[in-house]
C-alpha cells in the first residue's frame, strides 16, 4: 500500500478488517484499564451501634435488630459492588492482529497520514502545536499523534489539548486508534510500529 511518497507494508497497513476482533480487542483494553476500587460497606462494617433498636414483642413495630440493616438509611449495603480485579489475558496473536486490523482501517479509510517532524523548539510551546496541526489541515477533529518514542517536549505542548492524543510507537493501541479522527504517524515511528509488530 502506498501512502504519500511512502509505500507501506500490506501485511501491517491493508490487512482484511474484522470488527469482531476489533471488539474483542478493545473490550480487553478497557478492563485492563479498570480501577476495580468501587465499594460499599456492608451492614458488618458500619460504625453504628449493635443495641436492638426496640423491643421485640409488643409495641406493634416491626422486629428490627440494629441501626445498620440494609432497609435503614445509611445503613449497610446489601449485595453492592465490592473490590475486584477485571484483568483478564488475550493472546499476544490476537493482540497484534487487532493492532493491524486497526491501522489498516485508518489507512483504507484515508484517514491516516505521514508527516517527516514536529518542530516544537527547546521549551513545550501549545502554539507550536497549533501550528503543526493547522499546516497538516487539521482542525477541530480528534487526532492521535505516533511519535518514534517518548518525548515530553512534544507531549507537553499537546496535552492542553483536548482533541489531540500524542503516543510513542510502544504505546500504540487499538483504542486510541479507532478514537481518532485522523491517525498521524512520523516517518521515522513507521520502522517502529514494524518492529513491535513482527516481535
Known amino acids: 500500500m502506498k501512502l504519500g511518497d511512502m509505500e507501506l507494508r500490506d501485511d501491517v497497513f491493508n490487512v482484511e478488517v474484522k470488527r469482531h476482533i476489533l471488539w474483542e480487542v478493545i473490550k480487553w483494553q478497557l478492563a485492563c484499564r479498570r480501577q476495580g476500587t468501587h465499594s460499599t460497606k456492608t451492614r458488618g462494617e458500619l460504625s453504628y451501634s449493635g443495641r436492638k433498636l426496640l423491643p421485640q414483642k409488643g409495641t406493634g413495630n416491626a422486629r428490627h435488630g440494629d441501626r445498620g440493616a440494609n432497609i435503614f438509611v445509611g445503613g449497610g449495603i446489601a449485595h453492592g459492588p465490592r473490590p ?5 489475558s488475550l493472546p499476544k496473536k490476537v493482540r497484534k492482529l487487532g493492532l493491524k486490523m ?12 505521514i508527516f517527516d517532524s514536529i518542530n516544537i523548539g527547546d521549551v513545550p510551546k501549545t ?5 503543526f496541526l493547522n499546516s497538516h489541515g487539521i482542525k477541530d477533529i480528534k487526532v492521535t499523534i505516533v511519535i518514534p518514542e517518548k518525548d515530553e517536549i ?13 503516543l510513542p510507537a510502544e504505546g500504540l493501541n ?14 521515522e515511528a513507521i520502522g517502529k510500529i514494524y518492529e513491535r509488530l513482527s516481535s
Open 84 to 88: 475486584a480485579d477485571y484483568y483478564y
Open 102 to 113: 486497526a491501522l489498516s482501517s485508518k489507512a483504507q479509510e484515508g484517514k491516516m497520514l
Open 127 to 131: 502554539k507550536k502545536a497549533i501550528e
Open 154 to 166: 512534544v507531549m507537553k505542548s499537546f496535552r492542553n489539548l483536548p482533541n489531540v492524543k500524542v
Open 174 to 187: 487499538v483504542y486510541d486508534i479507532l478514537w481518532a479522527d485522523v491517525l498521524a504517524i512520523q516517518r
